[in-house]
């Protein structure tokens, strides 16, 4: 299975322009995916630097037959003409696809810096490594305080899915109805823009044990352990960070690390202020 997480920017690359056609160019010359999971994906948001307004989750389909789309807004607001404005993350699928969670995560109150909600899109996916959990959030930027309360949510809420793979529900014999009862394994895969570096002690929280539940790895230190994490921002001149690193990650269940071969970042793409990443499992 490939897969590839990308903090997209709303399609907004460095040159200032927000370009969905070149996003889903750059996706396809990087290689055949199965799952590819982004980040920023905005709707009907006219107000975002360089953007019309534009649908970028049916832009961004069109770009990419043969995928099923799946989108997690996290912000859902009027556009004060009737409509409504979006932005979250988003999942394309080539791999049949099982039951479906948005969820939204923590937003505790800080009112002196800016931030916006967030949400944990995870969707079960059926691959040739066996069915597993698909993860992938954009945590809080200027928020210390909301981003560690986003990760205990994710630590909790990795625990309530393995608990439910341990422990299914009877379903109440509701075949087709809404009690039915779908497979959840603990098996998991979480990427996305973290919005924190690999020293940051709320990474190695999100690393530690949790009971009864595998632990996450962190995908590039299982490949390649004591060196340093490739920077995935500040390649490129940005303005949120003084210097290249790495806040774009993948983390896996510690059951899948023996069937990860690949882990790489694209460093000279310049469609988004992030790079794109990818993994392979076999």
Sequence with gaps: MKLLTWNIQWGRGMDGRVDLARITREIQAMGSFDVICLQEVAANFPGLPGSRGEDQMALLAAGLPGYAPIFAPATDVPD??????????AL????????IFRHLLPWPGDPGVPSMQRVLLEAIIQADVGDLRVMTTHLEYYSPRQRDAQVEAIRLLHAQAC???????????????????????????????????ADAP????????IPSSPAWR??????HPGMP????????????????????????T????PRLR???????????DHQPVWVVLT
């Excluded at 394309?92 to 099982?98: A, E, I, Y």
């Excluded at 709320?202 to 044990?209: E, G, S, T």
């Excluded at 962190?218 to 490949?223: G, K, M, Q, R, S």
């Design 80 to 89: 004060g003409r009737g409509g409504r404005k979006l932005f979250g993350n």
């Design 92 to 99: 394309f699928s080539r791999l049949p696809v099982g039951q």
């Design 163 to 197: 608990d439910h793979g341990a422990r299914p529900r009877l379903g109440k014999g509701e075949g087709g109805g809404s009690f039915e009862v779908f497979p959840r394994p603990a098996s998991a895969i979480l990427c996305g823009d973290m919005n924190f570096p």
């Design 202 to 209: 709320v990474r190695q929280r999100l690393l530690a044990p």
């Design 218 to 223: 962190d995908a590039w230190e299982v490949l």
């Design 229 to 252: 994490h490739p920077p995935t921002v500040g390649i490129h001149k940005v303005d949120f960070v003084d210097h290249p690193t790495c806040f774009d990650f993948v983390f896996l």
């Design 254 to 257: 510690e059951d899948l690390a």
């Design 262 to 272: 690949t882990l790489e970042v694209n460093a000279s793409s310049e469609a988004s």
